[in-house]
């Protein structure tokens, strides 16, 4: 009942449906420890799996954002465009990380990463 509480509990859902594990993954798939990528991440989505639950039964929704049609579109229409910008940046955050930094090529990869960073945020409608 308390505006505070509930303006932070529908930020929290927001951002969780927002988070696709997919995605993550994605980005999971650059630390090159296998056990030390596995552990963290199998954390991670079970840690998404149970705040999604808890926000549920706070909210009384069998799923996030069940009372907000028009966002849960609005997320499924966003993330044809935004996800090749995650795939891009992948690739070039692991070119990145092979070349010496100050080399010409190196500035030139890093602009483009900054720019799918740009790219994602504003798609996604948040800054990070």
């Known amino acids: 009942e308390r505006p505070f509480f509930r303006t932070l509990v529908e930020n929290v859902e927001l951002d969780l449906a927002k988070a696709d594990m997919g995605i ?4 999971a798939s650059l630390v090159t420890d296998d056990s030390l990528r596995e552990d963290i991440f199998a954390q991670i989505k079970i840690e998404h ?14 799923h996030l954002l069940e ?6 579109i609005s997320i ?8 090749p910008l995650n795939f891009i940046q992948v690739v070039l955050l692991k070119r990145l990380r092979m070349l010496a930094p100050g080399t010409a090529e190196h500035e030139a990869l890093l602009d483009l990463a900054l720019a799918t ?8 409608k948040t800054t990070g």
Request: with cysteine; proline share 5%; glycine share 10%.
């Open 76 to 83: 499924e229409r966003r993330n044809p465009y935004v996800d």
């Open 117 to 124: 960073i740009n790219g994602i945020a504003a798609g996604m």
């Open 67 to 72: 009372r907000s049609p028009v966002m849960q």
């Open 49 to 62: 799996t149970r705040a999604c639950d808890y926000i549920c039964r706070i909210t009384g929704e069998r």
């Open 24 to 27: 993550a993954g994605l980005y």
